[in-house]
């Protein structure tokens, strides 16, 4: 691998990773017009998910829609705030805003990505921080809601309903 992609591959990581690290890193999403920009998960990006999954000898996903609307909800606060980061404009973890939703839950927790290409490119990205990784590859959860935005804004929320 040449020098000039490997600085490119650690940069990108190391942005993937400040919005990560921080409650809210340097603003960089801009609000591109609403809702409607937001795209909820297709086929194939569910498939690559389910694939990766089962090359670890996991249980494939289902989507769900509460899930979804988590997600959706704090991609538009994202674009709408210009900030990337997993703590809302308004303080709350995706512990609360599960909550908010009324998803009763064993287990939840969000993956978050800028940038990449698709979302092959983010699932790799994902695959080689500890904290995503554990996210992807958690025995404990059943469902997903993944949201795609302008700027290759992707979120991701993982859950297990009930216990």
């Given amino acids: 691998m040449s020098l000039i992609r490997k600085i490119t ?15 809210r890193s340097t603003p960089g ?21 389910n694939n990766l999954r089962a090359q670890y000898g996991l249980s494939a996903l289902g989507t769900d829609p509460t899930l979804a ?13 210009r900030f990337f980061g997993h703590v809302s ?10 909550h908010e939703a009324d998803y009763q ?18 699932l790799a990205q994902w695959m080689t921080s500890p904290s995503h990784r554990s996210n992807v590859l958690h025995r404990s959860v059943d469902d997903f809601g993944l949201i795609h935005g302008p700027g290759n804004l ?10």
């Fill in 9 to 23: 591959n650690i940069a990108a990581l190391c942005v993937l990773l400040a919005g990560c690290l921080s409650e």
């Fill in 105 to 122: 839950f064993c287990h939840v927790a969000e993956n978050l990505a800028m940038g990449q290409a698709g979302f092959d490119q983010v």
């Fill in 154 to 163: 992707w979120v991701l929320v993982l859950g297990r309903p009930g216990c």
């Fill in 29 to 49: 999403v801009h609000n591109a017009g609403g809702p409607a920009q937001l795209q909820d998960v297709s086929s194939r990006e569910a498939a690559a998910l």
């Fill in 89 to 98: 404009s308004d303080g709350r973890t995706i512990v609360e805003r599960t």
């Fill in 69 to 81: 609307r988590i997600a959706r909800g704090h991609a538009q606060d994202m674009m709408t705030n």
